[in-house]
């Protein structure tokens, strides 16, 4: 965890605001490092709805930068990837986004990737 504000008054930045937590996954192959797989949704839970979930992916150019998934409106909800989420490998950030909650975040599973087409089957 990067810091939070569940402390209140004791974990603030210098100049006294709270500071957001967040933390990094690391990146997910789905038991097959070596195909790129288009990825279609991922189930988040938590005790509380209101964290925020971003995703990058490992793809021919590298580790991309973390783009936004979207804000979890429920304790156990689906988020859909945009289309262009292809790739090796998939890691995501969650954050808090609702600083007026004790935060417990249970866990993800990525409920729908595929083979991306095209994908070569041979060795790297």
Same mark, same amino acid.
Not at 47 to 76: A, C, K, Q, V, W
């Given at each position: ?5 569940? $402390? ?15 933390? /990094? $996954?690391?990146? !997910? &192959? ?14 988040? !839970? ?5 964290? &925020? ?5 490992? /793809? ?14 429920? $304790? ?27 935060? +417990?975040?249970?866990?993800? +599973?990525?409920? /729908? ?10 060795? &790297?």
């Amino acid at each position: 965890l990067q810091g939070n504000d569940i $402390t209140r008054d004791r974990i603030a930045n210098a100049i006294g605001e709270p500071v957001n937590a967040y933390f /990094d $996954t690391k990146l !997910f &192959h789905l038991r097959s490092p070596h195909l790129i797989k288009s990825l279609k949704r991922v189930r988040a !839970f938590a005790e509380n709805p209101g964290f &925020h979930l971003s995703y990058r992916i490992e /793809d021919e150019n590298g580790i991309s930068s973390f783009r936004p998934l979207g804000t979890m409106r429920s $304790t156990n909800d689906a988020l859909s990837f945009p289309a262009e989420a292809r790739g090796y490998r998939v890691g995501f950030r969650v954050a808090i986004a609702e600083p007026n909650i004790l935060p +417990v975040f249970n866990g993800l +599973v990525i409920e /729908d990737a595929e083979a991306a087409r095209g994908t070569s089957y041979g060795r &790297h």
